[in-house]
């Protein structure tokens, strides 16, 4: 007799036999025993979790007789099959006429259909019912499930469609609400590990309980997989070690990854760059040590959470002690970000290639990872510097919401604003300020950009004629926000194109400072002059000159070196307190 592959041979023959499904073996059993069998299923969920397997046990079920076996004052009802019936025999070989089971990855065409059509009115040849397993349906073509439409809802009473698939997605609605929908799980890691216990004792297999939680924790959920690397490993010849079973699945060595693990946690770059290309040496998939590392770092997470979660982390129980101690040095901020990059650069070697460049690139972002600040401890420390702004009276900063009254506030900003009153879009950065590096001085007035309340017109405003523009300009300019004035040319003149459209003149370098809201603003400044709408246009000026440096600074600040402004940037005493409070060095100065 030929040899029988593992998961082949420990294949379930019995509802009972099935691992991890109870809830859809349940409902089955409940139905044959209730003789309210459906006439169209559809199982769908992970591979390897037994949807092909359930739907011939169902089917052998459902045709044994058998099932009803006779006493002499009664008759038992059974809903598994005997497995010793000539019925069973020939389904558990799939030999038998009437359970017919189809790929419709190779067979998606109307063709199939139409043939399947035809023969569903044909009598069961010897079972009592015909059955036909559907395998991965959702490969059929939208033809094939149109043709497929009315027979699958009103099939004979003699004919079950039991369709399986990975993505349910892909299957029409108008085909999954004419079925019972079962949906199948990821098996738990115990129960894995207790069939391959099982099989292991069985087969004379010598493998510990670390080799086996090695092996599920590669399944990945589906017994079929974990079967097959157990049969796999076994094939070694040897007693199943740890060393044996990543060596011979391509794992990275478990004492390499935890030096590379190490390297990352102690930010050990030179160290963990050696690490990788020992594994590379090794023909490590560095995929998989990937994945490896972010398991590691996950259970670290979970134990730096709550030393109480270690009956979710996945590693062996023996390492959970050492773990434990790791977690308790880590933050979870820093623990989370890890995770991040590690799936960020698994992300990107499935999509880009080039596995250890793309690790070595991790590495390095991680070496240089510091320690993140928790949102509270950053909103206490704003606080703290808008109070040192506030009683050194700096009005740069003091006239800034505070990060509390931000909050309290947040209701009441939803409200329609007035519409005198133009929202501020300042700097994001209070600390920073794009005025003083080009050599401007402090900027002090960063009040809200509102119409100045002298604009307003009253009953014995006098409106002015547009046309007049060139000369109540400056009267208007002084109303200006100050980066708005610091972007035009000294000396320009705006004009006047039209009835409305006034074109101001600007050096295309410094568009950017000019907002949207800026030209709004400018806009309804003279609207309440000239008592009509007017439209705001931005035009290039070829006579700009170095307007944005004041006339009072010296031109050799225009000339410093970028160290010249670093070390005037930290004399700064605005910028040395937030240094200071913040424990940061200025990088580098624009």
């Given at each position: 007799?030929?040899?029988?592959?593992?998961a082949?041979?420990?294949?379930?023959?019995?509802?009972?036999?099935?691992?991890?499904?109870?809830?859809?073996?349940?409902?089955?059993?409940?139905?044959?025993?209730?003789?309210?069998?459906?006439?169209?299923?559809?199982?769908?969920?992970?591979?390897?979790?037994?949807?092909?397997?359930?739907?011939?046990?169902?089917?052998?079920?459902?045709?044994?007789?058998?099932?009803?076996?006779?006493?002499q004052?009664?008759?038992?009802?059974?809903?598994?099959?005997?497995?010793?019936?000539?019925?069973c025999?020939?389904?558990?070989?799939?030999?038998?006429?009437?359970?017919?089971?189809?790929?419709?990855?190779?067979?998606?065409?109307?063709?199939?259909?139409?043939?399947?059509?035809?023969?569903?009115?044909l009598?069961?040849?010897?079972?009592?019912?015909?059955?036909?397993?559907?395998?991965?349906?959702?490969?059929?073509?939208?033809?094939?499930?149109?043709?497929l439409?009315?027979?699958?809802?009103?099939?004979?009473p003699h004919?079950i469609?039991?369709?399986?698939?990975t993505?349910?997605?892909?299957?029409?609605?108008?085909?999954?609400?004419?079925?019972?929908?079962?949906d199948?799980?990821y098996?738990?890691?115990?129960?894995?590990?207790?069939?391959?216990?099982?099989?292991?004792q069985?087969?004379?297999?010598?493998?510990?309980?670390?080799?086996?939680?090695?092996?599920?924790?590669?399944?990945?959920?589906?017994?079929?997989?974990?079967?097959?690397?157990?049969?796999?490993?076994?094939?070694?010849?040897?007693?199943?070690?740890?060393?044996?079973?990543?060596?011979?699945?391509?794992?990275?060595?478990?004492?390499?990854?935890?030096?590379?693990?190490?390297?990352?946690t102690?930010?050990?770059l030179?160290?963990?760059?050696k690490?990788?290309?020992?594994?590379?040496?090794?023909?490590?998939?560095?995929?998989?040590?990937?994945?490896?590392?972010?398991?590691?770092?996950?259970?670290?997470?979970?134990?730096?959470?709550?030393?109480?979660?270690?009956?979710?982390?996945?590693?062996?129980?023996?390492?959970?002690?050492?773990?434990?101690?790791?977690?308790?040095?880590?933050?979870?901020?820093?623990?989370?970000?890890?995770?991040?990059?590690?799936?960020?650069?698994?992300?990107?070697?499935?999509?880009?290639?080039?596995?250890?460049?793309?690790?070595?690139?991790?590495?390095?972002?991680?070496?240089?990872?510091?320690?993140g600040?928790?949102?509270?401890?950053?909103?206490?420390?704003?606080?703290?510097?808008?109070?040192?702004?506030?009683?050194?009276?700096?009005?740069?900063?003091?006239?800034?919401?505070?990060v509390?009254?931000?909050?309290?506030?947040?209701?009441?900003?939803?409200?329609?604003?007035?519409?005198?009153?133009?929202?501020?879009?300042?700097?994001?950065?209070?600390a920073?300020?794009?005025?003083?590096?080009?050599?401007?001085?402090?900027?002090?007035?960063?009040?809200?950009?509102?119409?100045?309340?002298?604009?307003?017109?009253?009953?014995?405003?006098?409106?002015?004629?547009?046309?007049?523009?060139?000369?109540?300009?400056?009267?208007?300019?002084?109303?200006?926000?100050?980066?708005?004035?610091?972007?035009?040319?000294?000396?320009?003149?705006?004009?006047?194109?039209?009835?409305?459209?006034?074109?101001?003149?600007?050096?295309?370098?410094?568009?950017?400072?000019?907002t949207?809201?800026?030209?709004?603003?400018?806009?309804?400044?003279?609207?309440?002059?000239?008592?009509?709408?007017?439209?705001?246009?931005?035009?290039?000026?070829?006579?700009?000159?170095?307007?944005?440096?004041?006339?009072?600074?010296p031109?050799?600040?225009?000339?410093?070196?970028?160290?010249?402004?670093?070390v005037?940037?930290?004399?700064?005493?605005?910028?040395?307190?937030?240094?200071?409070?913040?424990?940061?060095?200025?990088?580098?100065?624009?």
């Open positions: 007799m030929s040899y029988e592959v593992l082949q041979k420990w294949r379930p023959q019995n509802f009972s036999d099935v691992v991890g499904q109870e809830h859809i073996t349940t409902t089955l059993k409940n139905q044959i025993l209730s003789e309210r069998i459906g006439h169209a299923y559809l199982f769908w969920g992970p591979r390897g979790t037994g949807k092909t397997t359930i739907a011939r046990i169902f089917a052998k079920a459902v045709n044994c007789p058998n099932r009803i076996q006779e006493t004052f009664d008759s038992i009802k059974t809903a598994e099959p005997c497995n010793q019936c000539e019925f025999h020939e389904i558990s070989h799939d030999r038998s006429f009437d359970v017919i089971e189809m790929d419709a990855a190779s067979n998606r065409g109307i063709d199939t259909i139409r043939d399947l059509r035809e023969n569903v009115k009598s069961p040849a010897t079972c009592t019912y015909k059955i036909y397993i559907i395998d991965e349906a959702h490969m059929l073509s939208t033809e094939a499930f149109n043709a439409l009315k027979t699958l809802e009103e099939p004979p004919v469609f039991i369709m399986a698939t993505e349910h997605a892909k299957i029409p609605k108008t085909i999954s609400s004419r079925c019972q929908d079962f199948f799980r098996l738990e890691d115990e129960k894995i590990i207790e069939r391959l216990q099982l099989i292991a069985e087969e004379g297999i010598s493998a510990d309980l670390d080799v086996l939680t090695l092996i599920t924790r590669q399944s990945e959920g589906c017994l079929r997989d974990a079967e097959n690397l157990l049969e796999l490993v076994s094939a070694t010849g040897k007693d199943l070690t740890i060393e044996v079973v990543e060596q011979t699945i391509g794992l990275g060595s478990s004492s390499l990854l935890q030096e590379l693990a190490e390297a990352i102690e930010r050990g030179a160290k963990g760059l690490t990788l290309s020992n594994l590379t040496k090794q023909g490590t998939d560095l995929s998989q040590c990937l994945d490896q590392l972010i398991s590691y770092f996950r259970d670290l997470r979970l134990l730096a959470i709550d030393s109480s979660l270690s009956e979710q982390v996945q590693s062996p129980k023996s390492d959970i002690p050492r773990l434990k101690q790791k977690a308790e040095q880590m933050s979870v901020n820093r623990l989370s970000r890890i995770i991040k990059i590690l799936m960020h650069t698994n992300q990107d070697i499935k999509q880009y290639g080039y596995p250890q460049l793309q690790l070595e690139t991790a590495l390095i972002q991680l070496n240089s990872l510091e320690e600040m928790p949102l509270e401890e950053i909103i206490g420390k704003l606080s703290t510097l808008e109070q040192k702004f506030d009683s050194a009276g700096l009005s740069a900063v003091s006239t800034q919401p505070s509390i009254d931000r909050h309290q506030s947040a209701a009441d900003s939803r409200k329609p604003e007035n519409r005198g009153t133009v929202p501020e879009f300042g700097d994001i950065n209070p920073y300020d794009n005025n003083r590096h080009k050599g401007l001085p402090r900027t002090e007035n960063r009040e809200p950009r509102t119409i100045p309340a002298d604009s307003h017109p009253t009953v014995s405003h006098r409106l002015r004629d547009l046309k007049d523009l060139p000369s109540f300009w400056d009267e208007i300019k002084s109303k200006l926000p100050v980066m708005f004035k610091h972007a035009l040319p000294e000396g320009s003149v705006p004009t006047v194109n039209g009835t409305n459209t006034v074109e101001i003149p600007c050096s295309p370098s410094n568009f950017f400072m000019i949207d809201e800026d030209q709004k603003l400018v806009a309804d400044i003279l609207k309440q002059e000239v008592g009509k709408p007017v439209k705001i246009e931005l035009v290039a000026s070829d006579t700009v000159s170095e307007s944005v440096v004041s006339e009072d600074v031109k050799e600040t225009k000339q410093k070196t970028p160290m010249m402004r670093r005037d940037a930290q004399e700064d005493p605005q910028l040395k307190t937030v240094l200071d409070l913040f424990e940061a060095t200025v990088v580098d100065t624009q």
